[in-house]
């Protein structure tokens, strides 16, 4: 069962463009993350957001986890081509521990 | 520091053969993972050990058994290997199995099963 669902799942643009990726559910999470991972390596903790509403910016990036804790979004401004990578959303529901992940957006920005 | 460490990073096995996957941190982190990555299906957790002398299954358990040797080092053990089996291998440690505690990954063992 696939609990996070991850939108789109593929993004190919250009240098200097605007994106967002779109990570929603039906169930209602205490804390989601998001990861980077790049070709070859392990995933990357980029954010955990944990208060329903809140907005966390990191550089160029703006992470967002909805009013009822059930979706988040990265929007990603002006993007680079190091930005190209698999962008994870991840989180745990209800009282359990194991860490749920989104099957991810692969994202590639060409020079 | 190195982070966690996995090893091999690559393997190619036949179907039936046994292997075991090792993994290893340096951040004296309480809690360690297994995951499996396959295209189109995300990481799904395999087993995790939430502190020294502790396993628990997670999403995908089956043909699979772990060893939490110590604090240090987690392994994944394949007793039969099957086709199913080849995918990408994940092992990550975290302080603490909670919401919201950051996970470290290692750089992953790309199996693959004939």
């Known amino acids: 069962t696939q609990l996070l669902e991850q939108s789109p799942q593929f993004l190919s643009i250009q240098e200097g463009e605007n994106l967002t990726v779109y990570c929603n559910s039906s169930s209602v999470f205490s804390s989601l993350q998001w990861y980077r991972q790049e070709p070859g390596e392990g995933p990357v903790l980029l954010v955990t957001?944990?208060?329903?509403?809140e907005v966390k910016k990191l550089k160029r990036l703006t992470f967002q986890f909805g009013d009822a804790r059930k979706d988040s979004s990265l929007h990603i401004t002006a993007a680079q081509p190091g930005d190209t990578g698999l962008y994870l959303c991840a989180g745990v529901s209800g009282s359990g521990y194991a860490l749920n992940f989104g099957k991810g957006t692969s994202l590639l920005v060409t020079p | 520091n190195a982070g966690v460490t996995q090893t091999p990073k690559f393997q190619v096995l036949k179907t039936g053969q046994s292997m075991t996957l090792q993994c290893a941190q340096d951040?004296?982190?309480?809690?360690m993972y297994w995951y499996r990555q396959d295209p189109g299906m995300g990481l799904r957790l395999i087993y995790y050990s939430a502190s020294e002398g502790t396993t628990d299954k997670g999403e995908v358990p089956n043909g699979y058994n772990v060893s939490r040797l110590n604090k240090r080092e987690f392994s994944l053990r394949l007793e039969s290997a099957a086709p199913s089996q080849t995918s990408v291998y994940f092992c990550a440690s975290s302080e603490a199995v909670q919401a919201g505690v950051e996970q470290f990954f290692g750089p992953g063992t790309r199996l693959t099963v004939l």
């Open positions: 957001v944990v208060t329903g509403g």
């Open positions: 951040m004296n982190h309480n809690s």
